[in-house]
């Protein structure tokens, strides 16, 4: 992040109306983030991928009802692991909220999955069940009534939730890929505040966005240092099959007030940050993935905000990035 008194970094749980939670099968190594929208959220999407696995992201159009996302689920598990919603609607409807059809409340909720199957167990997706897991998950780290302070919990960032599973630099196989994970980061600029939530799993290599140094990714054949995705995916032209298991997903919350063609906007500004960290970006072998939701009423200009959501998710990238670790190779799965 750009040095600034302007900036202060603040707790992603002081934003307000927003919860997250996690869940995890260590052994599968895949999982669920789930944000959950106290009182609902006007929402956004940008998908720069080519092969998305998603559900419901046409609510977020602005040619569609003007109705609040209840919440936004990120998981493992491809396209299997969209049950996972399943346990979030169910975890909604039993508190009552969603939207009001006259006959029952319909949970909005939109969900986008990285592809993990080739680390850990391609069997044991997330489900209903770890859906609804994340949901508890957060509703634990829900503020107390009277001290408002928030209960001792594990961090929200690092090999956790949907990001268990999460690895970078897959061009030559997952051998030589790195580990990533979950990355969360939360800025205010006055009373503007923007907190940004990424699941690193990219083809390409991870650099940081302000020292330009290689931080995650494809790692060269004997083990020392790194080799470059892009040099490599030039020699390897026509070996399109190990272009696969990939996508970057990644959400931007903030308080300031905003439409949802607004918020499409501010999500494709925050695109800068996944070209300025990961290297190659939005192939057709991606799914990547942002979106961008307004939980509050606090005016803002869209290109104050979209630039610093860009600097905020290019921080979330970085501690992402940070669990790098090379992998056990029991946990890699071979064709």
């Known amino acids: 992040m750009r ?75 491809s396209a299997y692991g969209l049950a996972a919603s399943d346990g979030v609607m169910r975890y909604l409807e039993e508190h009552g909220i969603g939207y009001d059809t006259g006959f029952a409340k319909v949970p909005l909720v939109c969900q986008s999955c990285i592809y993990d199957l080739g680390l850990g167990r391609p069997d044991i997706r997330p489900d209903a069940k770890m859906g609804y897991a994340a949901c508890m998950d957060a509703e634990r780290r829900r503020p107390g009534e009277e001290t408002g302070q928030i209960a001792a919990l594990p961090g929200l960032s690092g090999s956790i939730g949907a990001g268990t599973g999460a690895t970078v630099g897959k061009l030559c196989g997952m ?98 940050a996944y070209a300025r960290c990961i290297r190659p970006v939005g192939t057709l072998a991606d799914g990547d993935t942002i979106y961008a939701a307004s939980v509050g009423d606090v005016p803002a200009d869209i290109n104050v905000t979209g630039m610093l959501a860009a600097e905020v998710m290019a921080e979330a990238i970085r501690r992402a990035a940070s669990c790098t670790r090379n992998f056990d190779s029991s946990c890699v799965q071979t064709r």
């Open 3 to 77: 040095n600034t008194d302007l900036i202060k970094e603040i707790s992603i749980t002081g934003m307000e109306r927003l919860r997250i939670g996690n869940a995890q099968d260590e052994e599968a190594k895949t999982g669920v983030t789930v944000l959950l929208f106290d009182g609902g959220a006007t929402v956004g999407v940008d998908i720069s991928g080519g092969g998305p696995a998603s559900r419901e992201t046409p609510l977020t159009s602005p040619v569609t009802a003007d109705n609040p996302i209840n919440a936004i689920v990120f998981s493992g598990g």
């Open 175 to 272: 051998e030589r890929s790195t580990k990533t994970g979950l990355g969360v980061c939360a800025f205010s600029l006055g009373e503007l505040k923007i907190a940004a939530i990424v699941v690193l799993n990219a083809l390409g290599d991870i650099f940081d966005s302000e020292s330009g140094q290689k931080i995650a990714g494809l790692r060269a054949a004997d083990g020392e240092g790194f080799s470059d995705t892009c040099e490599e995916l030039y020699r390897l032209t026509q070996r399109m099959d190990l272009f696969t298991g990939n996508t970057t997903i990644g959400a931007i919350a903030t308080n300031g007030k905003f439409s949802k063609a607004e918020l499409t906007k501010i999500a494709s500004m925050t695109r800068n």
